[in-house]
C-alpha cells in the first residue's frame, strides 16, 4: 500500500473489504476481546519458537511494551474503523521492524498464529449462527490487509536503499552477487575433493597396515584418524549444500574437520615418547577448538528455542 496514493477505500476495495464486513467485525467485539489475554499467551508462545525472537524482545521492559502494543492492534481488529489513521499506524508499525531488522517470515509466521487462533474462536463462538462463514470471511480480509501494509514497509524500505545506491554502485553489487555464487560453487568442488584426499589417506593408511610397512598400534590409530577426517570432511560438504540452498554460514563445521585434523595428529605423536611436550600443545589447541564448537552449538540451539521469559 502506497499511503501518498491509495485511500483507505480504494485499497479496501481491492480485497472486496465492504461495511458489512466492518459491521460483522465491529459486532464480533463482545465476543472476542475478552480473549485478548488468552492470544497474547498463545502468541507469545508461538513466538518464542523462532531462532532470533529474543534479539528483538531482550528483556522484561521491550516484552512488557511489545505486549500492551500487540494487545492494542488486537483490539483494533474488532473496532470495526479502517481508516487512514488506522492504516498509518500499521505502516509506522512496519517500518519499525524494518528499522529493528526482524524479519518477514517472522511476521508471517504470527499472522498465521492470530488467524488460526481469530478462526477457531469464530467457529466456536458462532457454531449455530447463520452469519458465520461471512464473519470469517470478514476476519481473514481484515488480516490479509493487515499483513500487505506491515509487507509493505519491508518492500519501500528494501527499495529505498536499492534506488539510493549511485549507477556504479549498482553494477558493483551485481557483479559481487554472481562472483560470489560462483565462488561458493568452487568452494563446494574444494570440499569434494578434500573429501576424497581423506578416502585416498584412509586407503594409503590401510595399505601402509596391511602390508605390515607400520606396526598395528600404528596403523589402526592413523586409520581411524583417517576416518575422523572423512567423517568431518562429510559433514562439512553437507553443511555447504544447505548454505547453498539459501542456509546460514555453518563455523561449526569447519571447527570439526580442524579438530580431526589434530586428534589425528595427537593419535600418531601419541605413539612416540620424545614428542610429549608437542601433544600436550595439540591437547590444548584441541581443548580451545572444542570450547570454541561448544559455544556456537549452545548459541544456535538459544536461538532455536529462546529464553524461558514469564509473562506477567
Not at 595428529?265 to 608437542?278: A, C, F, G, Y
Request: glycine letters at 6%; a neutral charge.
Amino acid at each position: 500500500m502506497d499511503l501518498t496514493k491509495d485511500t483507505p477505500a480504494a485499497f479496501k476495495s481491492n480485497y472486496d473489504f465492504t461495511e458489512t464486513d466492518e459491521k460483522l467485525l465491529s459486532g464480533m467485539k463482545s465476543e472476542m476481546q475478552p480473549c485478548v489475554d488468552e492470544f497474547l499467551d498463545g502468541f507469545y508462545a508461538h513466538v518464542w519458537k523462532f531462532g532470533r525472537a529474543h534479539e528483538f524482545l531482550k528483556n522484561d521492559a521491550t516484552l512488557k511494551r511489545h505486549r500492551s502494543q500487540v494487545r492494542q492492534w488486537y483490539m483494533a481488529l474488532f473496532d470495526g474503523n479502517y481508516d487512514m489513521a488506522y492504516f498509518q499506524k500499521l505502516y509506522k508499525a512496519g517500518a519499525v521492524h524494518v528499522k529493528l531488522g526482524l524479519p518477514t517470515h517472522y511476521v508471517n509466521a504470527a499472522f498465521n498464529y492470530v488467524r488460526l487462533f481469530t478462526t477457531e474462536r469464530i467457529q466456536r463462538f458462532y457454531a449455530d449462527d447463520a452469519d458465520r462463514e461471512p464473519r470469517r470471511v470478514a476476519m481473514e480480509r481484515i488480516l490479509d490487509i493487515n499483513l500487505d501494509v506491515l509487507s509493505s514497509s519491508y518492500r519501500e524500505g528494501e527499495l529505498g536503499r536499492y534506488l539510493s545506491l549511485s549507477p556504479l554502485e549498482k553494477a558493483l553489487l551485481g557483479f559481487l552477487k554472481k562472483i560470489s555464487s560462483y565462488f561458493n560453487y568452487v568452494l563446494a568442488g574444494a570440499l569434494v575433493m578434500v573429501a576424497f584426499a581423506a578416502i585416498g589417506l584412509f586407503g594409503y593408511d590401510v595399505y601402509l597396515l596391511a602390508s605390515g610397512q607400520t606396526t598395528i598400534e600404528a596403523g589402526i590409530l592413523t586409520t581411524l584418524g583417517s576416518l575422523l577426517i572423512l567423517w568431518a570432511a562429510i559433514e562439512l560438504i553437507h553443511e555447504e549444500i544447505k548454505r547453498l540452498q539459501g542456509g546460514s554460514f555453518a563455523l561449526q563445521a569447519f571447527i570439526a574437520l580442524a579438530i580431526a585434523a589434530i586428534i589425528r595428529k595427537i593419535l600418531i605423536l601419541s605413539l612416540s615418547t620424545t614428542n610429549t611436550q608437542e601433544v600436550m600443545m595439540y591437547g590444548v589447541l584441541v581443548l580451545c577448538l572444542g570450547l570454541a564448537y561448544w559455544l556456537i552449538v549452545t548459541k544456535s540451539k538459544t536461538q532455536e528455542t529462546g529464553p524461558r521469559v514469564e509473562l506477567s
